[in-house]
C-alpha cells in the first residue's frame, strides 16, 4: 500500500529537509512518497513560546494540503498536535509522541537527550499527558542547536558520544531517545557501539503513520453535535 507522508517541518533548510526524507524514505513502503514544505514556518529558532502561539502557521499547512494521506510534525515539542487532530480525519503524529511510544514499547524505562535545555519543560509536560513518566528515567542536554546538527562537527558528534556515554552509566536506561531530527545514520552507529536501542523520531513517525495506515484507521469526526435530551421527552 502506497501513500503520501507530509512532514511539516517548523524550522525548513535545505540540509534538514532532505536530511528528513533520507530517514523517512529508508523506512516507508517504497511505493510511498514523501512532502516537506520548503519555507520556514517560524522565524525565531525554537522559541517555545512563538511555536505555541503560531500553530495556526501549522494548521494551514494541513488545511491547504489536499494529497497528503498522513502527517508528521517535525517538533519534540509536538506543538499544535491536539489542535490538527480536530480539523482533519488524516493521521497525525509529531516526532515527540512517536519516539516515546517506540521507546515504550522496546523498553521498560527509557532517557532522552535534547540539543538544548529550552525543550525540558515542554517534554515534561507532554511525558506526563501520554502517561509516560514515569518510564523516562533521565532528561539532559547537549546544548547544541539542531541547526548546527546539521553540519555534524567532530566536537557535535564528540559532545553528543560524552552525553549518551554518561546516560547509560549513570541511568542504566533500556534505550535512548535523541532529539535531533533525521540523523538516523548516526543512531545506528550509536545504538551499535553502545549496545542499546536508539530512537529517532521521524523514522518512529514515519512506520507508525504507515502502520495506521494500512490498517486504515482515521482520527474520527464529530460531524452532528450530540443529542443533549439524554433521552428525557421535552
Given at each position: 500500500?502506497?501513500?503520501?507522508?507530509?512532514?511539516?517541518?517548523?524550522?525548513?533548510?535545505?540540509?534538514?529537509?532532505?536530511?528528513?526524507?533520507?530517514?523517512?524514505?529508508?523506512?516507508?513502503?517504497?511505493?510511498?512518497?514523501v512532502y516537506l514544505n520548503q519555507n520556514s514556518i517560524f522565524e525565531d529558532y525554537y522559541s517555545y513560546y512563538l511555536e505555541t502561539a503560531n500553530v495556526s502557521k501549522i494548521v494551514k499547512e494541513i488545511e491547504s494540503n489536499n494529497s497528503?494521506?498522513?502527517?508528521?510534525?517535525?517538533?519534540?515539542?509536538?506543538i499544535g498536535i491536539d489542535?490538527?487532530?480536530?480539523?482533519?480525519?488524516?493521521?497525525?503524529?509529531?516526532i515527540g509522541e512517536a519516539a516515546f511510544y517506540t521507546a515504550n514499547i522496546i523498553a521498560?524505562?527509557?532517557?532522552?537527550?535534547?540539543?538544548?535545555?529550552?525543550?525540558?519543560?515542554?517534554l515534561k509536560n507532554n511525558l506526563i499527558k501520554y502517561d509516560l513518566d514515569n518510564k523516562c528515567v533521565s532528561l539532559k542536554s547537549i546544548e547544541v542547536p539542531i541547526l548546527d546538527m546539521e553540519t555534524m562537527s567532530k566536537l557535535n558528534i564528540k559532545k553528543l558520544e560524552s552525553e549518551i556515554n554518561r546516560t547509560i552509566v549513570e541511568d542504566n536506561p533500556e534505550a535512548i531517545?535523541?532529539?535531533?531530527?533525521?540523523?538516523?545514520?548516526?543512531?545506528?552507529?550509536?545504538?551499535?557501539?553502545?549496545?542499546?536501542?536508539?530512537?529517532?523520531?521521524?523514522?518512529?513517525?514515519?512506520?507508525?503513520?504507515?502502520?495506521?495506515?494500512?490498517?486504515?484507521?482515521?482520527?474520527?469526526?464529530?460531524?452532528?453535535?450530540?443529542?443533549?435530551?439524554?433521552?428525557?421527552?421535552?
Open positions: 500500500m502506497s501513500i503520501e507522508i507530509c512532514i511539516i517541518n517548523p524550522y525548513a533548510t535545505d540540509k534538514s529537509n532532505a536530511k528528513l526524507k533520507k530517514c523517512v524514505s529508508e523506512v516507508i513502503d517504497k511505493n510511498s512518497t497528503s494521506d498522513a502527517f508528521i510534525i517535525a517538533c519534540y515539542e509536538d489542535v490538527i487532530r480536530k480539523i482533519t480525519s488524516r493521521p497525525v503524529i509529531g521498560n524505562k527509557f532517557s532522552i537527550i535534547t540539543n538544548l535545555s529550552t525543550s525540558h519543560e515542554a531517545i535523541i532529539t535531533s531530527p533525521g540523523i538516523l545514520n548516526l543512531t545506528k552507529i550509536f545504538s551499535d557501539r553502545f549496545n542499546i536501542p536508539i530512537v529517532e523520531g521521524v523514522t518512529a513517525a514515519a512506520t507508525l503513520l504507515e502502520a495506521l495506515s494500512k490498517q486504515d484507521l482515521k482520527i474520527k469526526k464529530i460531524t452532528n453535535p450530540p443529542n443533549k435530551n439524554y433521552g428525557i421527552p421535552i
